[in-house]
């Protein structure tokens, strides 16, 4: 069982920078992939970026050239560095670990860019 406890969220202008982390009670060096999501109001939750073992790295479409997602190991630490948010990056964000048939979400941590 592992726990994913995310911080760092907060309220940002349009153009501003966060930096979400994701604490895991648990070593991750061996979970396959870790991941962010995020849930805005009425809107499924959607993969922005994932960071497989091997340090391969996934992102969103939306998000491609301005979030980084990194992981460390030692740390048993993921983050997600956001740059030049805006309006539409609003939502929680959600860490997630899959090793297997094993997953686990942590509680989130809510995001938003308004002026």
């Known amino acids: 069982q592992v726990q994913l406890v995310e911080s760092g969220g907060g309220l940002v202008q349009p153009g501003g920078s966060l930096r979400l982390s994701c604490a895991a009670s648990a070593s991750i060096a061996s979970i396959a992939h870790m991941a962010w999501f995020r849930q805005a109001p009425g809107i499924q939750r959607d993969l922005v970026a994932l960071c497989t073992i091997d340090g391969i790295t996934k992102y969103a479409d939306s998000v491609k050239g301005r979030f980084t997602i990194s992981r460390d190991n030692a740390k048993n630490t993921v983050y997600l560095q956001m740059n030049s948010l805006k309006p539409d990056d609003t939502a929680v964000y959600l860490c997630?670990?899959?090793?297997?048939?094993?997953?686990?979400w942590g509680q989130g941590t809510q995001v938003t860019v308004s002026s």
């Open positions: 997630y670990a899959a090793n297997g048939r094993d997953t686990y």
